[in-house]
C-alpha cells in the first residue's frame, strides 16, 4: 500500500538554526499538510497546501515557517531559525482530495530536538 | 483550544469484549469526523469516518457512531484484539474550511488485555 514516507525521522539542531523536514508524499495525491505534536499535547494543524500554494495557516505557522514543493515527490518544511518550543513531532499528511471524509494519510514523523 | 474532546485518557479491556471510545465535540460546523489510531513510533493511521448527515457508520469490527443534537461520537471495536492496543484520536473537519484542516482530540490510549 503507498504511504507517505518523512526523512530524517530524527533531527537534533541547535537553537537558531534553520532546519527542513522532507516528505514523500503518496504519488497520485494534491493535498498536502503539516501537523506537529509537542510531547503530551494534541495533534495541531499548521498548513495544508495545494497547486503549490498554501490554503490555510494556524496561528503556530508564522514567518519562521514556510512550506515548498520543490520538485513533483518532495514536500517540505523548513524552519528559519528554530526556537526551544519548536521541539516536537512534525507530520506530513496527504489526501487524494479535498472532500472531509477523505482521509489523510500520515507518515511516521520527525521528531525535531531543538538544544 | 477544545473543539474537540476526548475525555478518558486511557481505556482498558479483555480480549474479546467490545471497546467504546468516545468523543465530544463543540464546533457546529464540522461536517466529517474520522477516527485515526497510532501505535508508537508511527504516524497516525486512518481507521473510519462518518459524515454529519449520517448517524452510524460501520467496517468491519468498526462502527462509528454519531449523535449530532449531543455533539458526541463513538468509536465501537467489537470484538476486540490485543492487536487493537494502541492510542485512538478522533478528528474533525469542516466543508468550508479551505485548507481541509483536521482538528484532533487528545487521543485515549486503549490497551486489550490477553
Known amino acids: 500500500e503507498p504511504e507517505v514516507t518523512q526523512t530524517p525521522s530524527h533531527q537534533v539542531t541547535q537553537m537558531g538554526q534553520e532546519v527542513i523536514l522532507r516528505c514523500v508524499p503518496i504519488?497520485?495525491?494534491?493535498?498536502f499538510y503539516w501537523y506537529r505534536q509537542i510531547l503530551g499535547q494534541k495533534v495541531e494543524f499548521l498548513v495544508s497546501f495545494y497547486n503549490n500554494e498554501i490554503s490555510e495557516k494556524s496561528e503556530i505557522f508564522d514567518d519562521q515557517f514556510s512550506v515548498e514543493r520543490p520538485d513533483g515527490s518532495n514536500f517540505t518544511l523548513k524552519i528559519r531559525s528554530t526556537k526551544l518550543e519548536d521541539s516536537a513531532m512534525y507530520f506530513c499528511?496527504?489526501?487524494?482530495?479535498?472532500?472531509?471524509?477523505?482521509?489523510?494519510?500520515f507518515g511516521d514523523g520527525t521528531r525535531l530536538s531543538i538544544l | 483550544d477544545q473543539q474537540v474532546k476526548q475525555n478518558s485518557p486511557s481505556l482498558s479491556v479483555q480480549e474479546g469484549r467490545i471497546s467504546i471510545l468516545n468523543c465530544d465535540y463543540t464546533?457546529?460546523?464540522?461536517?466529517?469526523f474520522l477516527w485515526y489510531k497510532k501505535y508508537p513510533a508511527e504516524g497516525p493511521t486512518f481507521l473510519i469516518s462518518?459524515?454529519?448527515?449520517?448517524d452510524k457508520n460501520e467496517d468491519g469490527r468498526f462502527t462509528v457512531f454519531l449523535n449530532k443534537s449531543a455533539k458526541h461520537l463513538s468509536l465501537h471495536i467489537v470484538p476486540s484484539q490485543p492487536g487493537d492496543s494502541a492510542v485512538y484520536f478522533c478528528?474533525?473537519?469542516?466543508?468550508?474550511?479551505?485548507?481541509?484542516?483536521?482538528?484532533f482530540g487528545g487521543g485515549t490510549r486503549l490497551m486489550v488485555k490477553p
Open positions: 499528511a496527504s489526501s487524494e482530495f479535498r472532500v472531509g471524509n477523505q482521509p489523510q494519510h
Open positions: 462518518i459524515s454529519s448527515i449520517k
Open positions: 464546533n457546529s460546523m464540522f461536517d466529517y
Open positions: 504519488s497520485n495525491h494534491l493535498y
Open positions: 478528528a474533525a473537519s469542516a466543508e468550508n474550511n479551505a485548507g481541509n484542516m483536521l482538528t
